[in-house]
């Protein structure tokens, strides 16, 4: 048995795939729209702004 792969856990853990990361962000974008905000505003954004915005989803609904 390999004892390498076996005690280091980086080599073993799933990897993130291209399609999985496109799929939950738009799940993340549909989400923004049901809170409020415009189609065409969410469609502009980027990745890591879609996440930083549903970390407050209360402040999304204030805004509108």
């Known amino acids: 048995m390999a004892t390498s792969t076996f005690r280091n856990k980086n080599k073993v853990r799933p990897k993130k795939s291209a399609s999985e990361r496109r799929r939950r ?5 549909k989400r923004l729209v049901k809170l409020g905000m415009t189609e065409d505003s969410v469609a502009k954004l980027q990745a890591d702004e879609i996440r930083a915005l549903l970390r407050r989803p209360k402040l999304i609904e204030k805004q509108q």
């Open 25 to 29: 962000i738009n799940v993340q974008k």
